[in-house]
């Protein structure tokens, strides 16, 4: 029966027969059992589905995953132990040394880090590109060694909204997937799939937990990329795997085979699983996700309404204002909302925002975002400290920019802790 997102939400993934654990239950075991050698064996040859150890597959995870790969309408889905894992798998799977990507420059703080740090030392070149180039410039950028594209839904912290058509079309046009991290929309509020991407990954940490305990990470692929119609560009996907017997991904296991391929290959060599226990947090969360997102909206709205309003705030930045640049594209590609995090900043210096934020009561300073707590943080003063301000700006992130992650509280109560804080400077 085909159900809305929010149905989606209770009951995709796991669906229990006569008798069976109504909540997906936890199979908190590292192996499982086989009746003889064959059947074992035929698993190792992936030529049966079935758990042999759970550094490569739990059940529990595979139910979370079947959820979240039908509320954002894919084809085959993985959790990862944290969105780090997520990002470095779904780019990892597809580039070797010596291979080439493209990303957006407003993304996550770590995973431009990944990209643009650690994986070049695997060889791997990343071009970041800023995403408000128009199309026939970001297409320079793309190389014959070129394999993927990469942007974020929302960007954090910066809160710009990807245009989707510009970016699938450039990535389709060049025989290539478009990757975007849809953390901060959440498949209820946007499916990327539907919009033109080809593979999206999450920080299930975020609003998707939901209530700050658990780190993890999700990929789900549409299925749709044609690795074999671009087959020399794609040999780990399109050429015989010798660590399966000599195997090809993209004959053997069609609309599957990305996926495949991360499970079988990257998971069984680095392990980056999610526990089943932590898999099933992320469960619970998914369950009330639609009720939070729809008031972390109406939050988040209100509140950057109230500093867009104040005279003590220099600039406010939230995609349902119409004075952000992504109004537009909010409007096109998150009808229902965008997320509840914002950013803006006082007037004055980094000493005006530490003493606004100083001043605070109910908001709590963390490193955290997209929690059902408030939280705030100020990048120049926490995250990227280590930076010049020129620095910050090459980042995308401007020296005053301090990120607003609206949660779950009373919207007025949020308001009168902003509205005393900024009194006091
Ligand atoms: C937090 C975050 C990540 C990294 O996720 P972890 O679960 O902390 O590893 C990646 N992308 C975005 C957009 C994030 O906000």
């Not at 079935?50 to 954002?72: C, H, I, W």
């Not at 990257?266 to 099933?280: T, W």
């Not at 867009?308 to 409007?331: D, F, H, I, R």
Request: aromatic share 10%; net charge negative.
């Amino acid at each position: 029966m085909e159900t809305n997102i929010e149905t989606k939400c209770l009951h995709a993934g796991w669906t229990p027969t006569n008798g069976q654990p109504r909540q997906v239950p936890i199979f908190q075991s590292t192996t499982f059992k086989y009746d003889s050698s064959d059947d074992m064996g035929a698993l190792f040859d992936l030529e049966a589905n079935g758990y042999f150890y759970s550094r490569l597959q739990n059940p529990t995870n595979d139910f979370v995953a079947a959820k979240l790969t039908e509320m954002e309408g894919g084809y085959a889905g993985m959790l990862t132990s944290s969105g780090q894992a997520a990002n470095f798998y779904a780019v990892f799977n597809i580039c070797e040394c010596g291979d080439h990507f493209i990303s957006s420059s407003s993304i996550y703080g770590g995973t431009f880090n990944l990209f643009g740090v650690t994986m070049k030392k695997m060889g791997i070149e990343c071009t970041f590109v800023d995403q408000n180039l128009p199309y026939e410039e970001l297409a320079k950028y793309i190389k014959p060694n070129t394999k993927c594209i990469f942007g974020e839904t929302i960007t954090n912290p910066t809160c710009n909204v990807l245009d989707f058509e510009k970016f699938s079309k450039l990535a389709h046009d060049h025989g290539i997937p478009l990757i975007v991290d849809n953390t901060f929309a959440t498949p209820v509020n946007c499916n990327p799939l539907k919009l033109g991407a080809d593979i999206v990954t999450h920080s299930t940490t975020k609003y998707i937990d939901g209530h700050g305990s658990a780190v993890g990470g999700a990929i789900i692929d549409s299925g749709n990329f044609d690795w074999l119609k671009y087959a020399d560009k794609f040999p780990g996907l399109t050429t015989p795997d010798e660590s399966y017997h000599g195997l090809t991904y993209a004959k053997k296991f069609g609309k599957a085979a990305y996926i495949t391929k991360a499970t079988s290959q990257l998971m069984r060599d680095f392990g980056s699983i999610q526990a089943p226990q932590q898999a099933y947090y992320i469960q619970l969360g998914l369950e009330s996700l639609h009720v939070r997102m729809q008031r972390h909206c109406e939050n988040a709205q209100k509140i950057a309404e109230f500093l867009e309003g104040n005279e003590k705030v220099a600039w406010v930045n939230y995609p349902g204002l119409k004075s952000s640049p992504s109004y537009e594209l909010a409007q096109k590609y998150c009808p229902k909302g965008t997320c509840g995090v914002l950013c803006f900043a006082v007037k004055g210096d980094r000493a005006a925002a530490n003493k606004f934020m100083d001043n605070l009561k109910l908001v709590t300073i963390a490193t955290h975002v997209a929690d059902s707590k408030t939280l705030i943080l100020h990048p120049a003063s926490h995250t990227h400290r280590q930076l010049t301000d020129e620095q910050l700006i090459e980042a995308g992130v401007a020296p005053d920019l301090m990120r607003f992650s609206v949660g779950l509280e009373n919207a007025d109560d949020i308001i009168a802790d902003i509205q005393q804080a900024l009194d006091l400077i």
